[in-house]
């Protein structure tokens, strides 16, 4: 704020100096006296003593520069600067728009945000994934900025770096930061940001790093328009990308989708899709299944569900395996490609070890994001689209009867061999009917000291020893000799025969295996060969 004030205001001493202290509690960043057309020139030696201790610059104009004039005069220069910088972002957003009308990506728009700014540029997410770097010049300059840019997270994601306008920034460090300096002295890293900001949602920031001292007044301001354009436009690339990620992830889970429960309406629209999700369908699959309480609410959060996928494809499985996984319902389906030879494509027995191993990474990389409840089952290796159904239907066999039994969080349906080889008993009316009849006579026996199923089934797993089997129930011994001794009666046979023993734990693994079947015959069934 400049004052144009007449000479006349300045004759008196007193009324000179309280005059000018005003100004300079009002932050004026200048005084200029007029003095009236055929006045004598004023004596400012007063005005001038009391300006120069109050900090504000006094100056004397001719007769001709009235108030209008100087208007004038600074209403000119100020419109000249807005246009200057009005052109000069016109200039920043065309060559910017260039960039991002061609779809080049975040890392094409950085590179063109250092070509405008002559500085290094860093592109962060908002979860602190540095996106792109540009103009470092060297990898330990990028290395050292990588580090900067950790230490500093918690201040950028503050409150006060949230809002949509340009801020400066002093990246500090434990550890001096030489790299960034031309003679390589100690001194903090300063950053021009922006915040990438859509509807009212944080994507991330925009740092351009100063690369030697303070900049003036001039460059800091040419910064600043280069830092809010660039934020703007790298925003609506970041944008396009998460669309694009977004729309390919859906593809991508119905896909998975329609190849787990043959949904395919023939051979060739199951060619045509698998093409475009690169699927071959004449190699071998093996197929997981993955489940969590953590995914159950995570489901409705597309960031989780696009960190989880990001993680289980950051897993390298050896011999150049590919996966493809997406969000099923509850769960995270995982369809793992095995490399084979023509001459081991009968041979599903050699890539089981290869198969656990992955579920195994698969278990050690997702626990971290998804807790100590996450289980993660596998079928048996397949070939092509029908080995997929049939891997898929039977991880989630292994993972009802996983859940059922208390078996390992990470657990194959080979390695559940019994329910694997009764599996057609199961299926079959015969064998419903005798487990139905022989539980039957236990379930319809009932105590205060418990079911008499549960009280077999415990004698059966001690192997017959009774003291073992009333301890684990918390039962008196003569009370569990009383308790088989009933269920002898109602089974009308003897619990302490082998025979008797089997036939009781062979019903007991033919309901649990019927009812985890029982459970998904709504959602999909055996794969058969009449589907593609």
Known sequence: MAVHAPATAFTSPAQTETLIKD?????????????????????????????????????????????????????????????????????????LAEVLARGSGIPAMARAITGLSHCPVMVVAASGELLAASGFGSAKKAAEAGRLLTENLASLRGGSWAGTGPFELELVSEQPAREFAADGAERPVRALGAAIVFGGELYGWLLLIEPSGPLDDHDLAHQRVIAEHGATLTGSEMLRLHSIEVAEERARGDFVDCLIHRRFADQYELQARARHHRFDVDRSYAVYVVTAAALTVGRRDPGYMSAMMRIIHAIEPPDERRTLAAPVGTSIVVILRLPKSPAELRDSLREQPAVAQYAHQLHRALRGKTGEDLRITYGQSGHGAQGVAAGYYEAQVAMGLARRTGAAPVCGYGDLRIFAAIKDVAASDEGRAFARETLGALRRVRSQTGDLEQIVLAYIKASGNLNAAARSLNLHRNTMLYKLERASRALRMDIRLADTQFMVWLAHHIDILASVTGTMSDELAPPGDDHP
């Open 23 to 95: 100004l300079a509690r009002l932050h004026a960043s200048a005084l200029l006296v007029w003095p009236p057309p055929g006045e004598a020139a004023p004596d400012l030696t007063v005005a001038a003593r009391a300006a120069g201790k109050a900090g504000v610059p006094i100056i004397e104009l001719r007769p001709e520069a009235d108030y209008r004039t100087v208007s004038r005069l600074v209403a000119g220069k100020t419109l000249a600067q807005t246009s200057h910088v009005l052109q000069y972002g016109d200039h920043v957003h065309r060559a």
